[in-house]
């Protein structure tokens, strides 16, 4: 069973900072990677997905792969009180059809 | 379209009692998936079903039972409901890519409290 590890938190940032979010995995054949955001009392959104080692932008949110270090991360720019929620990281168990995700990241964006 | 749609969105049962929580996708995908949230648990994997007519056990399964009833409905059954199984319940669904790609989309889930 591959594991997902990730810090509890809160991470605390001000509004218009960089925020930073990790996530290490045990297994060093994964191959894919995905960050959720969920609100409090609502179910997790998929907001990027990851394949391989770099960087991959979309608007705000810049996620980074390092296959060598067995870590994911996803860097929020111009964070916003919006972004405050807990962020799950999830890689894909070998014959792609589960998930296995992190306990998640809670973020406050202080305004 | 709707995407992932769940009944309930809530529920309380008496220990010993069943119900069914149905889960119905409109996105044509051939995955679905059952999963339990607890508080500093994170996501667990019930059941999933890699395609109509099959259905697999998760990380924990003891306690349910799945139907896969067509290619859109996917429903999670407690037949004797414990404390334990307290929790909220998540339906998701996906197209695994040619690739091996798995991006899930999940439904609003069911809070469910047994007494």
């Known amino acids: 069973q591959k594991e997902v590890e990730q810090n509890s938190g809160p991470l605390s940032v001000p509004e218009g900072a960089i925020a930073s979010l990790n996530c290490t995995y045990s297994?060093?054949?994964?191959?894919?990677f995905f960050w959720y955001r969920q609100y409090s009392g609502k179910s997790p959104e998929l907001i990027m997905s990851?394949?391989?080692?770099g960087d991959k932008e979309d608007g705000r949110f810049t996620a980074q792969l390092n296959k060598a270090s067995q870590y994911v991360s996803l860097l929020i720019r111009d964070s916003q009180p919006s972004d405050s929620a807990t962020y799950l990281c999830a890689t894909q168990d070998t014959g792609f059809q589960k998930l296995v995700f992190g306990t998640g990241t809670r973020l406050l964006v202080s305004p | 379209n709707a995407g992932v749609t769940q009944t309930p969105k809530f529920q309380v049962l008496k220990t010993g009692q069943s119900m069914t929580l149905q889960c119905a996708q409109d996105m044509n995908h051939n995955s679905m998936y059952w999963y339990r949230q607890d508080p500093g648990m994170g996501l667990r994997l019930i059941y999933y079903s890699a395609s109509e007519g099959t259905t697999d056990k998760g990380e924990v399964p003891n306690g349910y039972n799945v139907s896969r009833l067509n290619k859109r409905e996917f429903s999670l059954r407690l037949e004797s409901a414990a404390p334990s199984q307290t929790s909220v319940y998540f339906c998701?669904?996906?197209?695994?890519?040619?690739?091996?790609?798995?991006?899930?989309?999940f439904g609003p889930g069911t809070r469910l409290t047994v007494l």
């Open positions: 297994d060093r054949v994964s191959q894919s």
């Open positions: 998701a669904s996906s197209e695994v890519s040619a690739g091996g790609r798995n991006e899930q989309f």
């Open positions: 990851i394949y391989s080692n």
